[in-house]
């Protein structure tokens, strides 16, 4: 029997682009959302099945997936809508997939580890840009570093954002200023910027907590771990985020690739650096998140929380076209 995919919030910027991949990878999918309007128009597109329906209604959310092998959640802020598809997937025993960078998503999923794992249900958060292509470099890089202690991630965030992003970064910069010292999450109201080469010399970064605190620490198992990010031009918005753009064009995001910089620093004091350059973040998403779930629905998968690296091994990031990674 055929394994169904599930889209939540394929009608959002991300989500038809990753419904529009799916549907060309020739996976068998069903859309689903809020919006009837909006999902009846883009089902008639895609020639596949819709259904409409609110999370905060349980028994509808638990209902529709019946049927369903992998749900993949592209409905942001998921703050609102990760908690309620998590604990129907875990109830009804499939894999639950998101794209988001919000770290209370990874930390919830990280805390139904054993439900999960009971029910024989997957949670994979961060399917997409950037905890594909900075996990998968993580671990890369650190089997090559001999007793690796400490971790530093930047992120480069180019080009206009998406409006949904902007509100995920709400979420993500109001969780605090979070670090990971001797594998414990702590608050660090402290935190200073750090100085990152993304290619064209350093820059001053930002702390910032995104989910890889979470991603990395389970991949890598390195006990210290920090997070940064660097925005340029108009990258990061301003004022009353409804008035923004659904997304940027093709054409901006053809106009500014994205890049991630990983540093590792060894027992022995020695400080081991990388690069992983994709395409867009917004082009990158779809086809990672895709790919997430076409092998999931091929059975590659394991029960409870897991991470991209996990699951796919840390040569994923590079089975997207238009990636490649630069060690130091």
């Known amino acids: 029997m055929m394994k169904t995919l599930l889209i939540y919030g394929a009608t959002g910027y991300t989500g038809r682009m990753v419904a529009h991949q799916a549907n060309a990878a020739g996976l068998h999918l069903v859309i689903a959302g809020r919006d009837k309007a909006k999902l009846d ?6 020639n596949v099945s819709a259904y409409a329906f609110d999370l905060a209604d349980s028994k509808a959310l638990y209902h529709h997936l019946e049927g369903i092998s992998v749900v993949l959640n592209c409905a942001g802020p998921f703050a609102r809508t990760a908690g309620p598809l998590m604990r129907a997937c875990v109830k009804r025993g499939i894999d639950y997939l ?3 960078a919000e770290i209370n998503v990874y930390r919830l999923a990280e805390s139904l580890h054993d439900h999960a794992n009971a029910a024989g249900s997957m949670l994979l958060p961060g399917v997409g840009w950037d905890v594909v292509p900075t996990d998968c470099l993580a671990v890369t890089l650190a089997q090559r570093v001999h007793n690796p202690r400490r971790l530093r991630i930047a992120l480069q965030v180019a080009g206009p954002m998406s409006r949904g992003s902007a509100v995920s970064a709400g979420e993500i910069i109001g969780a ?3 670090t990971r010292h001797n594998g414990s999450l702590l608050t ?3 935190a200073q910027p750090g100085y990152f ?4 010399g350093a820059v001053a970064c930002v702390p910032l907590s995104f989910g890889d605190l979470v991603t990395a620490w389970h991949s890598t198992g390195i006990p210290n771990i920090e997070m940064y990010v ?9 004022g009353d985020l409804s008035l923004l753009p659904e997304g940027p064009s093709p054409e901006e995001r053809d106009a500014h690739r994205a890049r991630a910089v990983v540093e590792i620093t060894g027992a022995d004091g020695d ?4 690069i992983i350059e994709t395409v867009n973040g917004y082009t990158y ?3 990672a998140a895709v790919e997430a779930a076409r092998l999931v629905l091929a059975d590659i998968r394991h029960a409870g929380f897991q991470t991209p690296a996990q699951v796919f091994g840390a040569n994923f990031a590079l089975s997207i076209p238009g990636t490649r990674m630069i060690t130091r």
Not at 230 to 238: D, N, Q, R
């Open 285 to 287: 998403t779809p086809l």
């Open 197 to 200: 080469d993304f290619g064209e």
């Open 176 to 178: 605090g200023l979070l």
């Open 271 to 274: 400080i081991h650096l990388a």
């Open 41 to 46: 128009k883009l089902a008639k597109s895609l």
């Open 230 to 238: 660097h925005v340029t031009g108009e990258a990061f918005p301003e």
């Open 98 to 100: 998101d794209i988001t």
């Open 188 to 190: 660090n109201i402290n």
